[in-house]
């Protein structure tokens, strides 16, 4: 399972929220709701949120395997 905790992490680390991205940036509202609710999101969202926070993948998503 891929989990979006990090991002929430890195976010608060560089002091943006979900309301910053979204009017700062011009961030999509629905894919934001995707990632709050866990659902799939593109490699290019991904490349947008790194370039946007500064960061690597690794600061955006983690796998954690099912159980």
């Known amino acids: 399972m891929i989990m979006y ?3 929430f992490r890195t ?3 560089r002091g943006e929220t ?3 991205l ?3 940036y011009g961030f ?4 934001y709701w995707r990632i709050t609710r866990g659902e799939a999101i593109t490699t290019k969202t991904i490349e947008v949120l790194c370039e946007i926070l500064e960061c ?3 600061d955006i ?3 954690v ?3």
């Open 18 to 20: 979900g309301y910053s």
């Open 65 to 67: 395997p099912d159980e």
């Open 5 to 7: 905790e990090p991002l």
């Open 11 to 13: 976010m608060k680390e």
């Open 56 to 58: 690597d993948v690794v």
């Open 22 to 24: 979204r009017f700062k």
């Open 28 to 31: 999509s509202s629905n894919i």
């Open 61 to 63: 998503i983690e796998y």
